[in-house]
């Protein structure tokens, strides 16, 4: 008697785990996965000229690309400088740009 009410409590239980699941993939998992397509597509689409804003706080403009890096003219001496693709943070479009 007390096996079978043990195995309708494990059944009852799983739709509440199904549920839970379903709910941190929502919250968690697909926005995060969201955010990296955006990001990988904004690696993409870089090219000369662009301003970025490195991972380390640098913000300097795009002279070269190359495969897995960049040449950015940081002011105010326009060191030019490498950095890996993957530490760029964000693109500052023109009409963000404070003068």
Do not use: C
């Not at 926005?31 to 993409?44: A, C, D, T, V």
């Amino acid at each position: 008697m007390y096996a079978l009410q043990g195995a309708g409590g494990l059944m009852g239980g799983l739709p509440i785990l199904i549920i839970m699941f379903g709910m941190m993939y929502l919250l968690l998992i697909l926005p995060q996965q969201r955010k990296q397509k955006k990001w990988q597509q904004m690696l993409n689409d870089l090219k000369t000229g662009d301003r970025v804003t490195t991972t380390g706080g640098m913000r300097g403009v795009i002279i070269a690309l190359r495969d897995d890096a960049i040449h950015l003219r940081v002011p105010p001496d326009n060191l030019r400088i490498e950095v890996v693709k993957s530490a760029v943070q964000a693109v500052t479009r023109p009409d963000e740009v404070k003068s």
